[in-house]
């Protein structure tokens, strides 16, 4: 080579030297990628997110060991499809309620019907044909409360939870579970931290309504007592409200389509392991193991954990990281779901006749079997001989037999469902776990539930964003109403 061509050859490499890193690094921060571990409904609603602001170019990859939907899943029984995890949406839910329009799926309404609550010998209440009688019923057994309650969840709860949807589509993110709960209303924090029987007491509820309502609604939703936390309890009692649906066809159908919506590959595989690396490039190495058992490994600019990060949920190993991030301690509760096809025996809840055996039994006694009891429609609304009933163990054979004369087809599901809600301190476990690398699960031990997971999605989604992007000033400060501000500056 000439010593000019030399010269010229010499000037490029320096201009490529020079140059390109930099020209590399800014097409990486624009397009980030991004590897979520779990393809439940957390995953996947982050996975949207994500996508909404980024845009298309980002390449975004969701770990999924099992099946996409996680703990929103079917179970077949006889020809019926029903309902096993996750089944009931409040209508105030907006991420669910939107997915669902957004998808092109339909709402299917899985409220009403008569309902008895149970004591383990015999009925406290049971509802009646005619909704007058079952109204005096209810103002006979729990006075004022009865009319209270729905007024005071609105109020207390839904009026203040949903400033999280203008909270964030202003932007705004936060880097701890209470920090992001706070936002909605200060008051939240304190709910947190006293029992659910503690904050009705105070808000002037009634023993009886506690023990048996309240305590109906956590034993079905969570299988747990009046002794957990207030806010998770609050959700709960707004899980038995009217108005109540599910999506037609499978609740499922949300997570399955939000991944062709959010335009994400799926990798089979199940995580192991994600490395901090120590070269500039990418940032973390997730570990896996594909659907052939292979160990396999993938870079990185942003990783999101979106699974609960318990060993027996999921055991993920965290390397080379400056300060080591362990699994939280907080134990998971087992519940296991079990549907029967066949004739339901009315005298093991304390009924003679059948046709005075409610379809929706709630239970208000800890120490019995039964958490609750519900004759299901299938995922399309019709009508079935299902029944299904929630247990914190698995029912014996013998149980069974004593609840059912006569059955068909028997099927169970058991789940590590929710947090143990008596073992979650204060101590809530962050979103930000390194700095790009994130866990939307952390909502969790507030409060487990659909809406709760797209919640955190969207602030973990927000939080990537804003990091890689630098607007520090949307992280951890407070949301100022436009509304209530224009107020203030007419006074
Ligand atoms: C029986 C039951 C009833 C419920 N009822 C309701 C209800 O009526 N209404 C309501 O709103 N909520 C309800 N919930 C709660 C609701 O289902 C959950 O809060 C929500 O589905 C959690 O979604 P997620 O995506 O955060 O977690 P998951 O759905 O658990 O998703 C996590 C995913 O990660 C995958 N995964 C885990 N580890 C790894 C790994 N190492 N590598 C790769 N993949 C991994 C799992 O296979 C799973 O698919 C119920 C839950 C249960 C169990």
């Known amino acids: 080579m000439s010593a000019s061509g030399k010269a010229m050859w010499t000037s490029i490499?320096?201009?490529?030297?020079?140059?390109?890193?930099?020209?590399?690094?800014?097409?990486?921060?624009?397009?980030?990628?991004?590897?979520?571990?779990?393809?439940?409904?957390?995953?996947?609603?982050?996975?949207?997110?994500?996508?909404?602001?980024?845009?298309?170019?980002?390449?975004?990859?969701?770990?999924?060991?099992?099946q996409v939907g996680g703990r929103l899943t079917t179970i077949k029984?006889?020809?019926?499809?029903?309902?096993?995890?996750?089944?009931?949406?409040?209508?105030?839910?907006?991420?669910?309620?939107?997915?669902?329009?957004?998808?092109?799926?339909?709402?299917?309404?899985?409220?009403?019907?008569?309902?008895?609550?149970?004591?383990?010998?015999?009925?406290?209440?049971?509802?009646?044909?005619?909704?007058?009688?079952?109204?005096?019923?209810?103002?006979?057994?729990?006075?004022?409360?009865?009319?209270?309650?729905?007024?005071?969840?609105?109020?207390?709860?839904?009026?203040?939870?949903?400033?999280?949807?203008?909270?964030?589509?202003?932007?705004?993110?936060?880097?701890?579970?209470?920090?992001?709960?706070?936002?909605m209303d200060p008051s939240f924090i304190s709910y947190m931290k006293n029992s659910i029987k503690f904050v009705?007491?105070?808000?002037?509820?009634?023993?009886?309504?506690?023990?048996?309502?309240?305590?109906?609604?956590?034993?079905?939703?969570?299988?747990?007592?009046?002794?957990?936390?207030?806010?998770?309890?609050?959700?709960?009692?707004?899980?038995?409200?009217?108005?109540?649906?599910?999506?037609?066809?499978?609740?499922?159908?949300?997570?399955?389509?939000?991944v062709s919506e959010a335009q994400v590959q799926v990798i089979q595989g199940t995580v192991v392991s994600v490395q901090l690396l120590q070269y500039q490039g990418k940032n973390y190495r997730v570990g896996f193991f594909d659907a052939e058992k292979k160990e396999q490994f993938k870079d990185y600019d942003i990783v999101i954990v979106a699974t609960p990060l318990h060993d027996e949920v999921s055991e993920i190993d965290f390397e080379d990281f400056p300060s080591s991030i362990e699994n939280f301690p907080q134990q998971f509760h087992k519940v296991t779901a079990t549907f029967v096809e066949g004739v339901p025996d009315p005298k093991y809840f304390g009924v003679d006749n059948a046709d005075d055996l409610p379809n929706s039994i709630l239970t208000c006694n800890d120490s019995i079997l039964v958490n609750s009891q519900d004759k299901k429609a299938d995922v399309f609304g019709n009508p079935t001989d299902v029944y299904k009933f929630f247990s914190n163990t698995p029912p014996s054979e013998d149980d069974v037999k004593q609840m059912f004369t006569s059955k068909k087809d028997i099927r169970m599901a058991t789940f590590m469902a929710y947090p143990e809600y008596s073992t979650v301190g204060e101590d809530l476990p962050p979103f930000v776990l390194h700095d790009q690398l994130y866990y939307v699960n952390g909502i969790e031990l507030a409060a487990s539930a659909m809406e709760m997971s797209s919640i955190a999605g969207k602030n973990v989604a927000l939080l990537a964003y804003n990091h890689w992007h630098g607007n520090l000033e949307k992280i951890d400060e407070p949301y100022l109403d436009p509304a209530l501000e224009k107020d203030k500056t007419e006074l």
């Open 13 to 66: 490499l320096f201009f490529l030297a020079c140059f390109l890193p930099n020209a590399l690094s800014e097409e990486t921060k624009e397009h980030p990628s991004i590897g979520i571990v779990g393809g439940g409904i957390g995953g996947t609603s982050t996975a949207y997110f994500l996508r909404q602001l980024f845009g298309k170019e980002a390449k975004i990859d969701i770990f999924e060991k099992r």
């Open 77 to 183: 029984i006889g020809d019926n499809q029903i309902e096993a995890g996750g089944t009931l949406i409040h209508p105030k839910n907006m991420y669910m309620v939107n997915f669902t329009k957004l998808l092109g799926l339909e709402q299917l309404d899985v409220g009403g019907g008569s309902f008895g609550i149970f004591d383990g010998s015999s009925m406290r209440i049971s509802s009646s044909q005619y909704s007058v009688v079952t109204m005096a019923k209810l103002f006979w057994r729990y006075g004022m409360d009865i009319y209270n309650i729905d007024s005071w969840i609105n109020e207390k709860l839904l009026s203040k939870f949903m400033r999280i949807y203008d909270i964030q589509s202003a932007g705004h993110a936060y880097t701890t579970v209470p920090d992001l709960i706070g936002a």
């Open 200 to 258: 009705m007491k105070t808000s002037g509820f009634g023993d009886t309504f506690i023990d048996e309502m309240v305590m109906g609604a956590l034993r079905t939703n969570y299988g747990q007592n009046t002794d957990i936390p207030g806010f998770v309890g609050a959700v709960s009692i707004a899980g038995v409200q009217p108005g109540l649906w599910a999506v037609k066809g499978g609740n499922k159908q949300v997570p399955e389509k939000l």
